[in-house]
């Protein structure tokens, strides 16, 4: 008797957004027997909900981006719409507000800005009048970069063509955030409005390339950003539904801990109950540090340069978050804005400095979801998060009997700066608190340190730099990776888009190999196949 | 638009730069592997899952009541907060039973070079389980079981210093855990227990209570002769429902009582939270009480309550139903199983009666460890303790412990 067919084509390791949309993509080019393994038990990773008492709490950091409105779709929003896949999306009313204290000696910044180019450029005017076409231009000139990274992503170019078509993207792609917008001689203020969303990304300005800066900045001022009705379950529910019904077999509970290689090739994976599992292809949301330091057996199977290529990027951020539920509605609270960014100053490099610590933290992202999904608790109550985002090694020293001591330690700190920041008080209306950290993340996904953001994106390991190096990346036959960790980085929306990038490596395989017919179970495939191929 | 910046308008290498400098930066690295991940060894330390236990002592903490010392195994027992459970996995014939029990004993015994934990079961509460331990298990012997679970402790962050609990028979445990850290200068809050009983031979872990009350009044005693300030309290209200003899408080836990005993030591009235464990019918009288006192739901907490044995105490339950048994086809990857169901007891408890693994723990509906996808037919959820997602809902998705079927089912449960 066994719970598994004696063979797969691809065995998706993590069910979560990079794995089901690697599956729903595999699908539309007609491979069909996937088998998806999820540790939990329930899709989504990251992009899930818990229940306190009755009450949902959402999981996730922040919303989902690259989906756009339905007049303008982004990408993600795009490849949903394919797929199939109906979300009960709620605009986010706007981008954020920001607010820093005032220095010793100046003055204090409080400003909520909305998306739309034009919108955003002129609140910043009212507030530094003249600055506002500067800031439109600094802004289109982020659109331009985001709309050739989008192309490029998927449309391989020459050198050339890229100078002629996409010269901004070209032009900046050497550039940190800083170097480009310092080109820009904005006042210090401004600059700093213009910053708070570095931590999306999990990287100083003074490192992270502008090209991702540019991405994020257009992605969310642009399309705005979205939240589901459900909960972010909804979405990780529905990409689930989907694949299932397009024939995929998912299982829950199930922990992978061996990938089987032999002669450099992957040929299967076991399980922590000892289901030994034969496939062709493994798509990895584990970390490449587990995978090349931990899961591939034999581990002589693992090249040097796989070793080295994980020792030498760095690990981004783990989150530290504080949920709650709070009695009252978000107007009795005080609460007036979906995400505030504070703190005490926008300098990235201190914030940064200050992050490699267990705080109290400098800078805070708050969520009151109410206001963009009021549905989200019962009348009367509120939900409200506090998050940080830390890095992995300033927790390697934490011992478990502290542990307790140490999560009260962060949501005190974390409600006291907020309080005293935004003079919002919230300590007397908690119904529910629950504190999540990297050892949270790491008991429930696995995932690496309790990593949320894959790896740094810093100027020398710079997303442009992980594309072109894709191939020299790339050290074991039929096993790619999906996840945070994947060259798009961190985030729900890039989650979809490093699934996809995993389905489509393996229908170059495929197609190098002359074996895509093999795989094609269904006549839709083959036009299919063809359309992929002129596009 | 283009930037009109003199130093970018050359510069077209930045993507070869970058390419060049990630190279660099990969192949000056270490090429020594770190499999290493310190992170995980904690939430794994934190979390360990299933741990094998040796019952070392087995005390009678009533004459109608058991307490059982487990010491670990391998020597490591995860921290825990007092109120919170351990959940059994019990081999009782063909079927492995998994049963959650509130820890009776205090986090900090569970610390040191002789950790243990404790539970108190009282015989004859629910069925099958409790007869097991009281019949089977022996000094000696060794168990399986994972900790630690549930939401049920005090929360300085949230609760308030005057903590009433509201107790009815074996739910007295996590108050006795409570209770114990307090003494033991671990926890810091003040605690009055309201314990109600039929009488004063049912009255679990007597003894360990009032011991707890002393040492804090012993504890504090000396710290106010020290010029210190003192710590935490415990104060323990025996209220007998039936029993002639009893002296103290009787009838049951009512408002005029939960009042009279909820201002702080002074007598005043103080903001307070209250903590109930106990059975069904007390928590609908208790939180009748709450209601008629104005207490908000964020002043009230309560532990999980297992699904009641006898489906008529569960609100809207259809008692024709109260009999059937349905063909129940189980789907465990691409394979099915077909078994008997009966419609007056939860799924889960269908799969356990066929031997059928299902890893359930609050086995009241909330935790959603037994979290199941319905492919075909009609389940009645009890309302009690629903702790279903709203997506979870609208898709059809249930917690096996809290869902009985009303017509032939087909289910998918996890491998395990």
């Not at chain 1, 001689?185 to 502008?210: A, D, Q, R």
């Not at chain 1, 009367?380 to 506090?386: A, E, L, M, R, V």
């Not at chain 1, 990297?438 to 790896?455: E, S």
Request: aromatic content about 10%; proline content about 5%.
């Amino acid at each position: 008797m066994s719970f598994y067919k004696e063979h797969y084509d691809v065995v998706i390791i993590g069910g979560a957004l990079a794995g089901l949309s690697c599956a729903l993509q595999l699908q539309q080019k007609g491979i069909k027997d996937i088998l998806i393994l999820e540790k939990h038990n329930l899709p989504g990773g990251l992009a899930t909900s818990y229940v306190r008492n009755g009450i949902e709490i959402e999981a996730t950091l922040h919303e989902m981006m690259s989906i756009g409105t339905k007049e303008d779709r982004l990408k993600v929003g795009v490849f949903f719409d394919e797929v199939g896949v109906d979300i009960d999306w709620l605009r986010v009313p706007e981008a954020y507000r920001f607010v820093r204290t005032a220095p010793e000696g100046g003055k204090p910044i409080d400003i909520t800005l909305h998306s739309g180019f034009e919108t955003m450029s002129k609140e910043i005017d009212a507030q530094y009048p003249g600055w506002g076409p500067k800031v439109l231009k600094f802004m289109e000139l982020c659109n331009t970069v985001y709309n050739s990274m989008n192309i490029l992503s998927v449309t391989p170019m020459s050198k050339v063509q890229m100078l002629l078509k996409h010269p901004d993207f070209v032009k900046t792609a050497g550039y940190t955030a800083t170097e480009v917008m310092d080109t820009f001689h904005f006042p210090k203020e401004i600059e700093e409005i213009l910053t708070p969303y570095w931590i999306y990304v999990g990287n100083p300005m003074s490192t992270l390339p502008f090209t991702i800066y540019a991405f994020l900045m257009a992605d969310y001022f642009r399309g705005g950003s979205y939240v589901c009705r459900n909960f972010s379950h909804e979405m990780s529910m529905k990409l689930q539904r989907k694949a299932e019904e397009n024939g995929a077999q998912i299982e829950f509970c199930q922990e992978v801990e061996k990938i089987l290689v032999k002669d450099g090739k992957v040929y299967g994976v076991r399980t922590a109950r000892g289901d030994e599992i034969s496939c062709d292809y493994v798509v990895s949301a584990a970390y490449p540090n587990k995978v090349y330091t931990q899961m591939i057996e034999p581990l002589e199977e693992v090249p040097e340069g796989a070793v080295k290529m994980i020792n030498g990027r760095r690990l981004s951020v783990v989150p530290v978050s504080v949920m709650m539920v709070l009695e009252g509605t978000p107007e009795e609270i005080g609460i007036k804005d979906y995400n505030i960014f504070s703190g005490d100053t926008m300098d990235t490099d201190k914030i940064w400095e200050n992050y490699h610590t267990l705080g109290p933290y400098r800078y805070l992202t708050s969520i009151c979801l109410n206001l963009a999904n009021p549905s989200c608790t019962p009348e009367g109550y509120t939900q409200f998060s506090i998050t940080a985002l830390p890095l992995p090694e300033a927790f390697v020293n934490v011992r478990e009997e502290d542990y307790f001591a140490l999560k009260r330690k962060f949501a005190n700190d974390m409600i006291d700066t907020y309080e005293k920041t935004t003079g919002i008080r919230i300590r007397d209306r908690i119904v529910e608190i629950e504190v999540s950290t990297p050892m949270t993340i790491a008991h429930y996904v696995g995932a690496w340190k309790g990593c949320i953001y894959g790896y740094s994106h810093s100027i020398d390991d710079h997303a442009v730099a992980r594309l072109q190096m894709k191939e020299e990346d790339h050290f074991i036959e039929g096993l790619e990776f999906a996840g945070a960790h994947s060259i798009s980085g961190n985030g729900m929306g890039p989650a979809v888009t490093n699934g996809r990038a995993a389905a489509k490596a393996i229908f170059e395989d495929l197609e190098k190999r002359g074996q895509m017919d093999a795989y094609k179970q269904h006549p839709a495939a083959a036009d299919a196949m063809k359309e992929g191929a002129a596009s | 638009m283009s930037i009109r910046v003199k130093g970018f308008l050359k510069d077209v290498g930045g993507a070869s730069r970058v390419t060049k400098m990630r190279r660099e930066m990969i192949q000056s690295a270490s090429a020594a592997p770190q499999p290493g991940d310190p992170i995980r060894a904690l939430a794994d330390a934190l979390h360990p899952g299933k741990q094998e236990f040796t019952v070392t002592k087995i005390t009678p903490a009533s004459p109608t009541s058991r307490t059982f010392r487990l010491e670990p195994v391998n020597g490591h027992i995860p921290p825990f907060q007092a109120g919170q459970y351990i959940n059994f996995y019990l081999t009782i014939g063909q079927s492995t039973l998994t049963r959650a029990y509130s820890l009776s004993s205090a986090p900090y015994e569970a610390l040191g070079d002789k950790p243990f934990v404790e539970i108190t079961i009282r015989r004859n509460v629910s069925y099958f389980v409790p007869d097991y331990f009281f019949d089977q298990v022996k000094e000696g012997d060794v168990l399986t079981a994972a900790m630690p679970f549930g939401q049920f402790y005090y929360e300085p962050l949230r609760d308030a210093k005057n903590v009433v609990a509201l107790a009815g028979g074996s739910g007295i445990t996590p108050f006795v855990s409570m209770a114990k850290e307090i003494a033991a200068g671990c926890l810091d809050c003040d605690l009055t227990i309201l314990y109600g009983s039929v009488k004063s031979d049912d009255i679990v872990c007597g003894e360990q209570l009032a011991a707890a009350e002393r040492a804090c009044i012993e504890r504090n005693a000396g710290l106010i002769a020290a010029g210190r300030k003192s710590g935490g309290q415990v104060r323990v209200i025996h209220i007998m429902s039936d029993d002639p003899d009893w002296t103290g408080e009787k009838g049951f836990v009512t408002r005029e009582l939960i009042e009279k005993y909820s201002g702080a030591a002074g007598g005043e009235k103080s903001d307070t939270t209250y903590m109930f464990c106990g059975p069904l019918a007390m928590f609908r009288a208790v939180s009748r009480s709450m209601e008629e006192m104005g207490i908000t739901p964020r002043r009230f907490r309560h532990d999980v309550m297992a699904q009641p044995g006898n489906v008529k105490q569960i609100p809207g339950f259809p008692e024709d139903q109260i009999g059937k048994t349905y063909q129940l086809t189980v789907v465990r990857g691409i394979q099915k199983d077909v078994i008997p169901a009966r419609a007056d007891e939860p799924v889960a408890v269908a799969l356990e009666r066929a031997a059928i693994a299902i890893d359930t723990h609050c086995r009241g509906g909330e935790c959603g460890f037994c979290r199941s996808q319905l492919l075909a037919g009609d389940i009645f959820v009890s309302p009690l303790g629903d702790g279903r997602r709203r997506e979870d809902k609208e898709m059809g998705w249930f917690h096996a412990c809290s869902a009985y079927p009303v017509s032939d089912l087909t289910v998918k449960i996890p491998i395990i």
